[in-house]
């Protein structure tokens, strides 16, 4: 079984790899990193956009959100906190270890899809 759930996470990133140059359905967001962060994006903050941006659609943009800056609107109170402030806590070590050579944003963007497959893993 955690054969399979690893292979299906893998099969899964490589997919969405390879449809990252088309459009996505949910055009109304635009690039989560442009919207997130106040600084252009270096050539990291690029490769997490190109590959696991997309993966921050529908629900995700708002626990995004959630967990860059807390709850400043108040439709956000219809998400629980306990995944954005995992999130928020992965995102600040995964922010120390790439030692500024990734904008906060782009540490979300990681820490959330870590976070993501690794409790779909652990199910």
Do not use: K, M
Request: with cysteine; aromatic share 10%.
């Amino acid at each position: 079984v955690l054969r399979c759930a690893l292979l299906s996470r893998l099969v899964l990133l490589v997919l969405a790899f390879v449809v990252s140059p088309f459009p996505d359905y949910d055009s109304s967001q635009e690039s989560l990193l442009a919207r997130l962060s106040d600084l252009p994006l270096s050539r990291g903050d690029a490769l997490v956009e190109r590959t696991l941006g997309h993966l921050v659609r529908w629900d995700g943009v708002y626990f995004a959100a959630i967990a860059r800056d807390g709850y400043t609107y108040e439709h956000f109170g219809a998400f629980f906190p306990l995944y954005p402030l995992l999130v928020r806590t992965l995102a600040r070590g995964v922010h120390a270890l790439a030692r500024g050579t990734l904008q906060p944003a782009s540490c979300i963007v990681l820490a959330g899809a870590a976070l993501s497959n690794t409790c779909f893993v652990l199910a």
